[in-house]
């Protein structure tokens, strides 16, 4: 959480109302205000901070550094987001070049495979033809050696 935050307050705010938080939350916290309620390591922790919040963002020069510091914090993370965008977006690129690469693999794998069962198919059919050619030959001999018995007979 950022100083600001810590203390309830908008950037950009002014010297004034910085000021005017760090009263409230003395009052607030004061132990007049608040007799009897132990303090707490939590609580004194949380005091502890908002006292450093309030030393820093009081000091001009402290506070010009917190900012600076922020604001190049702040540019460094949108670079890094952006990298970050950039990075994805490759990573998206090239998984999409692969899947287009193995699609392209599987459509040709596809096409052999087509390939393939038609040639399978024609010569399968190549050789029930040869095989029915070869019938019909053995057919016609048979009824061409019955017809020369026949004749030779006569």
């Given at each position: 959480m950022n100083l600001y935050e810590l203390l309830g307050l908008k950037k950009p705010c002014t010297k004034e109302e910085i000021i005017a938080t760090k009263k409230k939350i003395a009052m607030k916290n004061h132990p007049d205000k608040t007799p009897g309620q132990k303090v707490t390591r939590k609580k004194s922790s949380d005091m502890a901070e908002i006292t450093r919040a309030l030393r820093i963002l009081t000091d001009n020069e402290l506070k010009d550094a917190y900012d600076s510091h922020r604001k190049h914090a702040n540019g460094?993370?949108?670079?890094?987001?952006?990298?970050?965008?950039?990075?994805?977006?490759?990573?998206?690129?090239?998984?999409?070049?692969?899947?287009e690469r193995q699609a392209e693999e599987l459509r040709k794998q596809h096409e052999l495979e087509i390939q393939q069962e038609e040639e399978?198919?024609?010569n399968a059919d190549k050789r029930w033809i040869d095989e029915e050619e070869k019938r019909r030959i053995e057919e016609e001999e048979k009824l061409l050696s019955i017809v020369s018995l026949a004749v030779l007979e006569l």
């Open positions: 460094m993370q949108i670079f890094a987001e952006e990298n970050e965008a950039e990075n994805k977006r490759v990573q998206l690129e090239k998984d999409r070049r692969e899947q399978e198919r024609q």
